[in-house]
């Protein structure tokens, strides 16, 4: 059984950093891809990051490029999102999400994944 445990959210004023982590147990974390994917209140979940098994591949989201990094620490099980630049628009609960199979790539849809956390909440202020 595959456990992902988020943290790192909180309340923060725009412009700030905040730093997730997902820590992850019951398989082999380091021959699967992870992302992390965002959810406001009444809106479907979206895309933010995903990193390859091996950390050498990356993808994320216009909204967040140039903002948020995604890495992993594989020796460590966990995987992260650094997120700096923080804007109102950002508030969302963030989920860090487990590939179901093992891949090159990265994949960018919900459905690719099948591990998900219980989420974090991240809310930034005006």
């Known amino acids: 059984q595959v456990k992902l445990v988020e943290s790192g959210g909180g309340l923060v004023q725009a412009g700030g950093s905040l730093r997730l982590s997902c820590a992850a147990s019951?398989?082999?974390?380091?021959?699967?891809?992870m992302a992390w994917f965002r959810q406001a209140p009444g809106k479907e979940r979206d895309f933010i990051a995903a990193?390859?098994?091996?950390?050498?591949?990356?993808s994320y989201a216009d909204s967040v490029k140039g903002r948020f990094t995604i890495s992993r620490d594989n020796a460590k099980n966990t995987v992260y999102l650094q997120m700096n630049s923080l804007k109102p628009e950002d508030t969302a609960a963030y989920y860090c999400?487990?590939?179901?199979?093992?891949?090159?790539?990265?994949?960018?849809?919900?459905?690719?994944?099948?591990?998900w956390g219980q989420g974090t909440q991240v809310t930034v202020s005006s």
């Open positions: 990193i390859s098994w091996g950390g050498s591949s990356t």
């Open positions: 019951g398989r082999t974390f380091s021959s699967y891809a």
């Open positions: 999400a487990a590939d179901r199979v093992y891949r090159p790539t990265v994949e960018v849809t919900t459905s690719e994944y099948a591990y």
